[in-house]
């Protein structure tokens, strides 16, 4: 089976809610989002359905997107195909928020910086930057103790294929550093138990 159709099962765990949720109760309805490395659309599935949310969701990845289109095909959503390092095709000022969920922790500092660089450019005047990643804290007790279900049993394969990189993105702040260096406005949240990090920069 292809990792994406892994991914998009893995997505429709009850867990995988508890993860996006900090995110999704961050987003207003009938607002504008665009999703950056939306992977199989679970998140833009549910603000469409449950918040009459206009989505656009990107990634470089064409199986991702096969996938998400089978969620979203009775949704208003649409999906690009970006390329790594090129920029997107969106106009400056159109987007209420951008959501970054389990991505950035995988990329090089330098690519991230040019890709917050244009995000900035792209949200509206009190648009929000929103970054959801894991945070590799805490323990398999643990973890079981907030999330076992036998339907959650991915949560445990979820936790020891991030929890390195999670790690170093978490201690390495870069988030912070960057926003202080250019005069942005900078939240971070720990979230569901611990095992997530939500993290906001504003204008
Ligand atoms: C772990 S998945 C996360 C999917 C989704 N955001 C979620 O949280 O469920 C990471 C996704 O980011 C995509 N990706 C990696 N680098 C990217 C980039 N520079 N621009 C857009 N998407 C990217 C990958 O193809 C993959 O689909």
């Excluded at 208003?76 to 951008?98: A, R």
Aim: charged share 25%.
């Amino acid at each position: 089976m292809k990792f994406s159709k892994l991914f998009s099962n893995l997505q429709e765990a009850p867990w995988y809610r508890t993860f996006l949720n900090p995110v999704i109760n961050q987003i207003e309805n009938n607002s504008t989002l665009l999703d950056i490395g939306t992977g199989s659309g679970k998140m833009l599935e549910i603000l469409s359905n449950e918040k009459n949310v206009n989505c656009i969701g990107t990634d470089t990845s064409e199986d991702m997107l096969k996938e998400a289109k089978l969620k979203l095909q009775n949704t208003t959503s649409k999906l690009v195909l970006t390329q790594k390092g090129k920029s997107l095709p969106f106009d400056k000022n159109s987007f209420d928020y951008i959501t970054i969920c389990s991505v950035f922790f995988h990329l090089e500092k330098s690519e991230i910086d040019i890709m917050l660089s244009e995000y900035l450019q792209l949200i509206k005047k009190n648009g929000k930057i929103i970054i959801l990643t894991p945070t590799g804290n805490n323990n398999i007790i643990q973890l079981s103790k907030h999330l076992f279900s036998f339907k959650n049993t991915t949560i445990y394969v979820w936790y020891k294929a991030t929890k390195k990189r999670a790690k170093l993105w978490k201690n390495n702040k870069h988030l912070l550093n960057y926003t202080s260096k250019y005069k942005l406005k900078y939240k971070t949240k720990i979230v569901m138990y611990g095992f997530a990090q939500l993290e906001i920069i504003t204008k």
